[in-house]
């Protein structure tokens, strides 16, 4: 018998979360760490890519973080990428493997990957966006005959910012996955492109009508990538993006996720563009 | 409907005390307070406005979620198990924002902690005669009647009330009680006679249609009335403290010196406060008062109607009297309909 963890949460209270083991840690740069984590036994994650979990140290507090690992590879494991930027995300850091953390979820809706077969899939991802989207690319190559043309454009700050370097050698010799990176600032000895995310899109030139752009980054960079993929003539509705807001419940109750009349926890947060264009404060 | 002989009111209140915690609105400071009553005595039932909405008893400012033990991660919820309670004399106003908080917490994942305290508490309404204050405009917004889901509610008919139950649980209040007449003829032309009587009391004080609002505030988005207020504003959340259907919290951890035993709490926030929206890297999406007044203008008279299908603003005019800046809905959302009206077609 297997419990999906997110059966947890009706049976006590919703705000409970259930313990995680951390079974190792893996530096990726100064601010990023990569998280393997195991559920006790019997309980099962089974998230769509996309969704977020929301994670505790008990006595310091909870974030949203993003699955960063394909479901079909979960089960009772699973895997999140964390930037050290504040108080939960640093006590993480500290924590070494066979430390204990509290989970709940996973919350809200991922990519509606069963729409995306038999089409192009353009993925964005700037900076650490590229762990959401790394359960989707995941989960895509594992049954790449479902899709048709399949892309990856990753931008990051500097050449020694760069997110699962293995992952990213491996889809570049696999060959049937465009890979395109670019950084905003060069280190010596980058001989790659250089240049905001954007600079990228003009290498794709997959036929728009069959094109899904799937888009995570920071709040800045969604405008100017947008701009151009809407150019490109890919429709809105074909537009996937991944919004962040400020979440303190995950559930739909605590009201902080608001924008519009979306609760990003729920609604989100993957949502399309046609979805969000007319809501105001959606892209500002 | 029944009748209850006002001289039998008291004694219906007591007994109700013997199997229920009964709380009522109560004098204090001139003001008027919810409070547990220790004697049918302290009963009031012809009161303004209180300061704080019931909400509190369902949502209470500060609340355990869960403890636990950071070391060996055992964790318990706790759920408050309250006594049957029944909360006496609540005005209509109150009563609908109580029917948005039970649609929002029951919608999606079911909050437990809201449910225990809910499940366990009846509710006695009163048809208000009179306007509470100045500010209070829920004769525009609708909700100077019951709501569909009600339990137990009194009209005042002079020398006794008369009684409609809406629910079992209401019913459970007044079955086999004895205090309860079945009414005469003459009592349904005095209840008649009484509720065509109190509407002219009432003023429509917004100036469009209710069903107006979610479009005026569409047209008002870039109004430049949210600066003009905005400047008034001074982000202190008072507004939100005391209004009826805000629900929105914090959670917060507590721990012990030995970084071992602790709870998880939530407590009342505001989206009108300067972080509320922050995301890391310091974006804000709220980041100045106006956006931020904007953003609660638009939660109450167009967003919540959107996803709960309820408004969440019941005209109960509390944040009119508490804002120290005078920013009120009601000039706030007429002013947005005169301009609205002055430049028709372009945003107000
Ligand atoms: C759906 C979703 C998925 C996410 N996925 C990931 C992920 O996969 N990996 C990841 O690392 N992050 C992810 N995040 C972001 C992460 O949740 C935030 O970085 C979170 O705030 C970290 O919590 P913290 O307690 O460490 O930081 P906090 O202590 O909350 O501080 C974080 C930042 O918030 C701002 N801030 C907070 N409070 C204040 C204040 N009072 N004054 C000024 N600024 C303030 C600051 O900019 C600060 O840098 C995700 C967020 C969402 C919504
Ligand atoms: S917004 Fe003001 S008038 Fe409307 S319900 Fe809340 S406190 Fe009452
Ligand atoms: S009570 Fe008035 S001043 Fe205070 S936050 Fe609300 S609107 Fe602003
Ligand atoms: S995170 Fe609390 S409502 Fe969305």
């Known amino acids: ?284 | 409907m029944r009748i209850l002989p006002k001289h039998l009111l008291n004694a219906w209140v007591e007994r109700l005390r013997i199997d229920h915690r009964v709380v009522a609105p109560r004098e204090s400071h001139g003001q008027y307070i919810f409070d547990e009553i220790t004697s049918a005595d302290e009963l009031v039932l012809d009161y303004h406005s209180s300061v704080l909405p019931p909400k509190k008893y369902f949502l209470p400012p500060r609340e355990d979620l869960f403890t636990f033990n950071a070391k060996t991660m055992e964790m318990s919820p706790v759920i408050e198990e309250i006594e049957p309670t029944v909360i006496m004399a609540l005005h209509t106003c109150d009563l609908h924002a109580i029917q948005l908080l039970d649609r929002i917490q029951g919608t999606g994942h079911v909050d437990q902690h809201y449910q225990a305290r809910r499940r366990k508490t009846a509710l006695v309404s009163i048809e208000c005669m009179q306007p509470c204050m100045d500010q209070a405009f829920c004769k525009s917004l609708g909700t100077l009647s019951v709501p569909e889901q009600f339990d137990v509610h009194l009209t005042d008919l002079g020398d006794r009330y008369a009684v409609d139950v809406g629910s079992d649980a209401g019913e459970a209040l007044i079955r086999g009680m004895g205090f309860f007449w079945k009414p005469s003829d003459t009592d349904y032309d005095r209840f008649n006679e009484v509720m065509a009587g109190k509407w002219p009391n009432f003023d429509y004080r917004l100036d469009c249609d209710v069903t107006d609002l979610p479009n005026l505030l569409g047209a008002s988005h870039d109004s430049t009335l949210w600066d003009e207020i905005g400047e008034r504003c001074l982000s202190c959340g008072q507004c939100t403290k005391v209004c009826p259907t805000c629900y929105c919290f914090d959670v917060v951890d507590e721990i012990d010196l030995k970084l071992e035993k602790g709870k998880r709490v939530r407590v009342w926030d505001s989206c009108l406060l300067e972080k509320f929206a922050v995301v890391a890297g310091g974006h804000d999406f709220r980041n100045s008062r106006a956006n931020r007044l904007r953003h609660r203008f638009m939660r109450k008279g167009k967003y919540q109607l959107e996803a709960y299908g309820l408004l969440g603003c019941v005209g109960c005019g509390r944040c009119a009297l508490s804002c120290p800046a005078h920013i009120t809905p009601i000039a706030t959302l007429n002013t947005l309909n005169e301009r609205r009206q002055a430049s028709p077609g372009e945003s107000a």
């Open chain 1, 1 to 284: 018998m297997t419990t999906l963890l997110r059966e947890t949460l009706d049976h006590s209270s919703i705000y409970m979360p259930t313990p995680a083991r951390i079974v190792a840690v893996e530096q990726f740069t100064e601010l990023e760490k990569w998280f393997h984590l195991e559920l006790p036994s019997g309980f099962t994650i089974a998230h769509q890519p996309g969704q977020f979990v929301e994670v505790s140290v008990l006595g310091i507090g909870e974030a949203p973080i993003s699955i960063c690992s394909s479901p079909a590879r979960s089960n009772g494991a699973f895997e999140l990428c964390v930037r050290r930027v504040g108080k939960l995300t640093e006590a993480l850091h500290r924590l070494e493997p066979g430390s204990m953390i509290g989970v709940r979820g996973p919350f809200g809706h991922g990519f509606p990957i069963d729409r995306f077969q038999g089409k192009d899939i353009v993925f964005v991802a700037g900076g650490l966006g590229l762990a959401p989207l790394r359960s989707l690319i995941t989960e895509v190559l594992d049954e790449r005959g479902k899709y048709g043309r399949v892309a990856l454009l990753y931008g990051a700050r500097t050449p020694n910012d760069f997110l699962f370097p293995a992952d990213l050698k491996a889809w570049a010799e696999r060959g049937d996955i465009e890979c395109h990176v670019t950084v905003d600032r060069p280190t010596d000895g980058w001989d790659g492109h250089v240049g905001v995310i954007t600079t990228l899109l003009p290498k794709i030139d997959f036929p728009a009508r069959n094109t899904i752009a799937t888009v995570v980054g920071p709040p800045v960079m969604y405008k100017f990538v947008l701009q151009d993929l809407l150019a490109k003539g890919i429709a809105e509705g074909n537009i996937w993006l991944s919004f962040e807001r400020q979440m303190k419940c995950g559930v739909g109750k605590c009201g902080h996720c608001q924008m519009h009349h979306i609760y990003t926890c729920q609604t989100g947060p993957v949502l399309s563009y046609a979805e969000v264009k007319d809501l105001e404060e959606a892209l500002s």
